[in-house]
């Protein structure tokens, strides 16, 4: 008994937890890394938790994509300025947990009404019956969801030769050197 209030309570807490956003990258951090003309050198991707009936966090802590940020190496310019593109995409979705759910659940109701009758006679018994059934089906199937991107957002960047570190979504760029097909940076969270 104990044990039954205690996972229904855990459960109760865990299912109303709030909905978090959260990123994850592409590229490695914290280690040189190199790229040339036309290369993603980061690509940060965005999720939130899935809601649940509630309001609230799915319990199994699944998610939904809300896009990205990603930046690609244009090229050095002569005069030592980096050129980059940095493109945003948005995308907006009403998936929830109801809606991935990937089954439909139904319920039955059978009535069954048996009538009949017992005749005695010399000879022996007979037994006559009519039996009548009914059914209701109710049938509830998943809520259709939608994802739709957002034209995206294209930025041009130049890195000036005096700059070495720019911020990107909650990263860090820095450029460790500069050549005009390629370039030598690190990727660092921006604490």
Known sequence: MLRTIFISTALM????????KTKEIAQLTDQELIAGKGDT???VDR??????????AD??????NEGYT??????????GVVVLARKDVTILTNETTMSRNPF???????????????????????????AKSVTSTTQMTPLEDYHTMLPPDFIPIAVSPEESI??????????ISKKPNSIRYKITKNH
């Open 47 to 56: 999720y939130r938790n899935l809601e649940n009936a509630f309001g609230k």
């Open 13 to 20: 807490l865990t299912a109303c937890g709030s909905i978090d």
């Open 166 to 175: 720019i911020p990107v979504a909650g990263y860090l760029i820095e450029f």
């Open 104 to 130: 439909s659940t139904s319920t039955s109701t059978t009535q069954t009404n048996i009538e009949g009758q017992i005749n005695h006679t010399h000879t022996g018994s007979s037994f006559e019956a009519e």
């Open 59 to 64: 319990i199994f802590g699944r998610k939904t």
């Open 70 to 79: 990603e930046i690609r190496f244009i090229e050095t310019q002569n005069n």
């Open 41 to 43: 050198i980061l690509k």
